[in-house]
């Protein structure tokens, strides 16, 4: 089915009519529409209009709605002020408009068939090491622009650049060569299921006593800096036991991402190592362009508006005086390899903030080299730092990073116990309350991230997180189980539009936002914005919270009023799912 128009795109479209009818000497003006308290709409063009007309704008805009020929979307348009239009639309406009949104899959969001192709680079692990809170950001994120912008109808591919090569694997390498048993799992046989917890459990502990080697054992470390030289080089041996790493890294990894029910492929996964190839010639031809030159024997991008605090310049460096690559030729080369062979036209780099000043310079750096330009954009979506009560980065009571999986199983545990709190009145069974207790434990530290501004830092507090009361995921799953509750229980009538019904102040409110899903969507896709859906599906919750108040589902007084008023819980309950969904949060039927 084709897109739906919103009413405020319909709106918009008889206003312009009305405009050029009444001042063809205006053009094509902007209506300049958006809501408002005092009206549905309201239009405020007409103000700039009469300063560039040189004209009154109250007789302007009374003879603009003069033109407007009577129709079945405007029920009333007031001149207000000095020249402002406020709008009310009719309700039938509003209940037929929901209708049709109701009759398509999509809700009547527009589905883009010639949409690009973007590549979005996120959740970004290290190999051989913890996942810790630092993780959670760029994972979550990452996921939910994915699926908002697949919905939209860009093509997206996903990348994991995760952290897998460099000096630390000449130590973790040696070390497994001469303690060839530390990666061994207790489980036997070759079809034995490998937990995440033993995975990581053989990588932290051959970690620790590889480092303590190494800080203690002169021989010990020339021996590991002589492996890193084996595995650039491409020995065997040395790459086959450094796959050993990765794979154990990703048994981890997954048990991870699972908790977090989010979708991570094997294909998705291209490291640091899958440039390797590539960096060569990159700096080739970013010497040869004359993009980087030499300097004090490494090869440097500089940059007039980068200094140090002593005034200097400061570079992009991207090959290094003794040969070897830093992050700036991997990033390089991901880049030309995401344009030349992936045919992006948009990258999305789902990176923390404080690596900005890295990306700019990278970015410039490729717009130099003509690997982006009018046609390629790059963008990063930085993000803030996960905080504790106390205002300062996350950490334990002994002040170490915050473990992933520890967060993760807390905010489980908590949810469970809400959940269990509830489990009588909704009806649960003892496996329900386990499964809904993951779905609001994941949903609301997934929320709590999502509703913040990517940019800004938030406070992480699992109190507030899996309350039934404010702005949180769980209040939003709440409205939408209590949704399918009502359902269960009306069992004398079906969802049916009925729009010459005259709607309550609160029907017309939880309307009229419905109506704004669409625009929501488009919006958060553009901006790269995920914290607008979260604001657009709590507003709507709190909307249906006072619906719930002033306007009875199973005690309506007529049959067509109580078909209607299922109708718009109903299409309220298939754009939660549906926003949710979009944010990778789950909604269960009964909470």
């Known amino acids: ?116 192709t973007t590549v979005i680079d996120y959740a970004q692990p290290n190999v051989a090491k913890e996942m810790h809170v630092g993780h959670l950001r760029s994972a979550v994120i990452g ?57 990581m459990s053989n990588l932290n502990r051959l970690y620790k006593a590889s480092r303590a080697l190494f800080d203690s054992d002169e021989e010990f470390k020339t021996r ?64 040869e362009s004359g993009v980087a030159v030499r300097s004090e024997g490494a090869l440097c991008v500089f940059f007039d508006d980068v200094k140090g605090p002593d005034g200097n310049p400061v570079p992009l460096i991207v090959q290094k005086s003794d040969g070897g690559f830093g992050y700036a030729a991997t990033d390089l080369s991901a880049i030309r390899d995401r344009v030349r062979n992936l045919k992006a036209s948009t990258l999305l780099y789902v990176v923390d903030a404080r690596q900005s000043l890295h990306f700019k310079m990278v970015f410039e750096t490729a717009r130099r080299a003509g690997w982006l330009n009018d046609e390629v954009k790059a963008h990063q979506l930085a993000f803030g730092t996960v905080l504790g009560k106390d205002g300062k980065p996350f950490k334990t009571r002994e002040g170490e990073t915050v473990r992933l999986v520890d967060l993760l199983d807390e905010a489980i545990e908590r949810a ?31 929320y709590a991230d999502l509703s913040t501004s990517a940019v800004r830092d938030y406070e992480f507090d699992l109190d507030q997180m899996v309350s039934l009361n404010g702005d949180t995921s769980v209040y939003l799953q709440y409205a939408y189980a209590r949704i399918q ?75 067509e009023l109580k078909e209607n008023r299922l109708f718009l819980v109903d299409l309220t309950a298939r754009t939660l799912h549906q926003g949710m969904a979009l944010l990778g949060i789950r909604t269960p039927e009964r909470l």
């Open 1 to 116: 089915m084709a897109s739906v128009p919103s009413l405020a795109s319909t709106v918009q479209q008889r206003l312009a009519e009305g405009l050029s009818a009444a001042l063809p000497e205006a053009g094509s003006a902007d209506p300049l529409l958006r809501r408002s308290d005092r009206a549905d709409f309201q239009a405020n063009g007409i103000l700039a209009l009469a300063k560039r007309l040189k004209g009154n704008p109250r007789e302007l805009a009374t003879k603009v709605v003069e033109a407007i020929p009577a129709n079945d979307v405007l029920k009333d348009i007031e001149v207000s002020g000095p020249g402002f239009l406020n709008i009310t639309v009719s309700d039938a406009a509003i209940v037929n408009t929901l209708a049709a949104r109701y009759a398509d899959a999509r809700l009547g969001v527009p589905f883009a068939e010639d949409a690009g």
């Open 143 to 199: 996921a939910a622009m994915v699926e908002i912008l697949e919905f939209t109808g860009e093509k997206v591919v996903r990348r994991h650049h995760i952290g897998d090569w460099g000096t630390q694997f000449g130590m973790l390498i040696q070390y497994l060569i001469e303690h060839p048993h530390e990666l061994d799992h207790k489980s036997e046989g070759a079809d034995a299921e490998v937990s995440g917890e033993e995975a």
């Open 224 to 287: 590991a800096r002589a492996r890193v030289v084996d595995l650039q080089a491409g020995d065997e041996e040395t790459l086959a036991l450094w796959q050993r790493f990765v794979d154990e890294s990703k048994i981890y990894f997954y048990s991870v991402f699972e908790k977090l029910d989010m979708d991570i492929r094997d294909p998705d996964i291209v490291g640091e190592s899958g440039y390797n190839d590539m960096l060569q010639e990159t700096c080739r031809i970013l010497e």
């Open 485 to 559: 509750s009502i359902k269960r229980n009306v069992t004398d009538a079906e969802p049916v539009a009925h729009p010459e019904l005259e709607l309550a102040p609160a029907e017309r409110a939880l309307g009229l936002h419905l109506d704004q899903f669409g625009a929501a969507i488009a919006e958060v896709a553009e901006e790269y914005a995920p914290h607008k859906l979260a604001a657009y599906l709590y507003q709507l919750a709190s909307h249906l919270t006072a619906f719930y108040d002033q306007c009875p589902v199973m005690k309506a007084e007529t049959r």
């Open 416 to 446: 469970t116990a809400v959940v269990e709190e509830k489990k009588e009145k909704a009806g649960l069974t003892d496996e329900e309350v386990v499964e809904n207790g993951r779905y609001v434990g994941i949903g609301a530290v997934k």
